[in-house]
């Protein structure tokens, strides 16, 4: 297993759109790959996950409608498309991955189950 790698965070303006990419290099087909995210002062909290063995994603009440997760036909690269952006969205944004057979969705996705994480991307929106 490799260190994963988050790109595609970048400064845009209220109302855009940007697709993160989590690499996740020699890990194994059957995992729970979650997108995280934090903003100066706040928590860290789940937007995203999917449980790359069998596609199944899931999405946050609070991003439903907006953001999207999804991975490649390797399941090695994992994407978060998010839509409609807005001031409220800045943050850090982590991937992270837990070599299990199942996946939380975000609402019960703790930060301590997963041991594998990004350096994270920063997404930074303006208005």
């Not at 409220?88 to 991937?95: I, K, N």
């Not at 703790?110 to 350096?119: A, D, E, V, Y």
């Amino acid at each position: 297993q490799g260190q994963l790698m988050e790109s595609g965070g970048d400064s845009v303006q209220a109302g855009g759109s940007l697709r993160l990419s989590c690499e996740a290099p020699g890990y194994p087909s059957d995992k729970c790959v979650a997108w995280f995210r934090q903003a100066p002062g706040k928590e860290r909290e789940a937007v995203a996950t999917i449980y790359t063995g069998s596609g199944a994603t899931y999405i946050g009440d609070s991003f439903r409608g907006r953001f999207h997760i999804s991975q490649d036909g390797n399941k090695n690269t994992i994407y978060l498309q998010m839509n409609d952006l807005k001031s409220e969205d800045t943050a850090m944004y982590y991937c992270a991955a837990w070599v299990v057979n199942w996946c939380p969705n975000p609402a019960n996705a703790r930060r301590s189950f997963f041991p594998n994480w990004g350096q994270g991307t920063q997404v930074t929106v303006s208005t």
